[in-house]
């Protein structure tokens, strides 16, 4: 319930003590909303509108709203902000169960589904450093995958995607039976669970990340061919490092004193 109100809800602040923390989303998912009700210790609301968006022409949401002061001090304290957050939200300094608090995150800023080609994949989009910094090193830790973050040049936002067997690994491990959820994506997490990679279908190894010796070493090689046999990397990946390093489209180390590097 946490992980699902910091990355959907807002917490507003009135005059004085009043205020409101409040979660929108679509009405067809009301339920999660009336079992965050049944969670609360504290009074509640819940109504449905209908409205004109950017997105629909007729938009048909359902809103949970929490006046209490209390509950909003509880809340703000463990990490929901009040006023925009997108960029700031992390996971809480306290104990807490992170399966559970990701599949919160997931259902309400992530995806999970099949793409085009018919692989099954989890993904979250978000602008919070910290919580696609979060994600890439529990999913580690689930499945072996290593990720890495940077912001796309569109809109400044993460991409943390996972696909086959790793999507499935860490679908099934955020959505147990019995877990609270999105009915569909809870549904989704099933689904892609019967997925069977097709015979034939190569495994990709594991990515090599390059080391700073190695970086150090290309650019004062500067051949690709030399440096592929002295690096044991195939020539195209030497290519392609020592013209990120080159041009400025990748990290640039910093050379001992003294090496003369083209």
Same mark, same amino acid.
């Given at each position: 319930m946490f +992980?699902?109100?910091? =990355? &959907?809800?807002? @917490?507003?602040?009135? $005059?004085?003590?009043?205020?409101?923390?409040?979660?929108?989303i679509?009405a067809?998912?009301i339920h999660?909303?009336?079992?965050?009700?049944?969670?609360?210790p504290?009074?509640?609301?819940?109504?449905?509108?209908?409205?004109?968006t950017n997105?629909?022409a007729?938009s048909?949401?359902?809103?949970w709203?929490v006046s209490?002061?209390e509950?909003?001090?509880i809340?703000n304290g463990l990490?929901?902000?009040y006023g925009?957050?997108?960029?700031?939200?992390?996971p809480p300094?306290t104990g807490?169960s992170?399966p559970?608090?990701?599949? +919160?995150?997931i259902? =309400? &800023?992530g995806s @999970?589904?099949?793409? $085009?080609q018919?692989?099954?994949f989890l993904?979250?989009t978000?602008a919070?450093t910290a919580?696609a910094a979060y994600?890439?090193?529990y999913?580690?830790?689930?499945t072996?995958?290593?990720r890495t973050?940077?912001?796309?040049?569109r809109?400044?936002?993460?991409?943390?995607c996972?696909?086959?067997?790793?999507?499935?690994?860490?679908a099934a491990h955020?959505?147990?039976?019995?877990?609270?959820s999105?009915e569909?994506k809870k549904a989704?997490?099933?689904?892609?669970?019967?997925?069977?990679r097709p015979?034939?279908?190569k495994?990709?190894p594991?990515r090599r990340r390059w080391?700073l010796h190695e970086?150090?070493?290309?650019?004062?090689?500067g051949?690709p061919?030399?440096?592929?046999v002295?690096?044991?990397?195939?020539?195209?990946?030497c290519?392609?490092r020592?013209w990120?390093l080159r041009?400025?489209c990748g990290?640039?180390?910093n050379?001992?004193?003294?090496?003369?590097?083209?």
């Amino acid at each position: 319930m946490f +992980g699902f109100i910091q =990355a &959907d809800g807002h @917490l507003a602040q009135g $005059a004085g003590q009043k205020g409101r923390l409040a979660v929108e989303i679509n009405a067809r998912d009301i339920h999660i909303l009336r079992e965050f009700q049944q969670l609360t210790p504290y009074n509640s609301s819940i109504r449905e509108r209908t409205r004109e968006t950017n997105f629909a022409a007729r938009s048909h949401s359902a809103i949970w709203t929490v006046s209490s002061l209390e509950a909003r001090t509880i809340i703000n304290g463990l990490g929901v902000p009040y006023g925009k957050k997108s960029l700031t939200i992390k996971p809480p300094r306290t104990g807490f169960s992170r399966p559970d608090y990701l599949r +919160g995150i997931i259902d =309400a &800023d992530g995806s @999970l589904d099949w793409t $085009a080609q018919g692989w099954p994949f989890l993904s979250l989009t978000s602008a919070g450093t910290a919580l696609a910094a979060y994600l890439c090193h529990y999913g580690k830790k689930i499945t072996g995958a290593e990720r890495t973050i940077s912001r796309n040049k569109r809109d400044a936002v993460y991409n943390v995607c996972y696909y086959k067997e790793t999507a499935q690994q860490l679908a099934a491990h955020l959505y147990y039976p019995g877990c609270l959820s999105l009915e569909h994506k809870k549904a989704n997490a099933d689904s892609i669970a019967t997925w069977v990679r097709p015979p034939g279908m190569k495994i990709a190894p594991p990515r090599r990340r390059w080391a700073l010796h190695e970086d150090l070493r290309l650019l004062e090689i500067g051949d690709p061919t030399a440096a592929a046999v002295e690096l044991g990397r195939s020539e195209s990946a030497c290519r392609q490092r020592l013209w990120r390093l080159r041009t400025g489209c990748g990290p640039w180390p910093n050379p001992p004193t003294g090496l003369n590097l083209p």
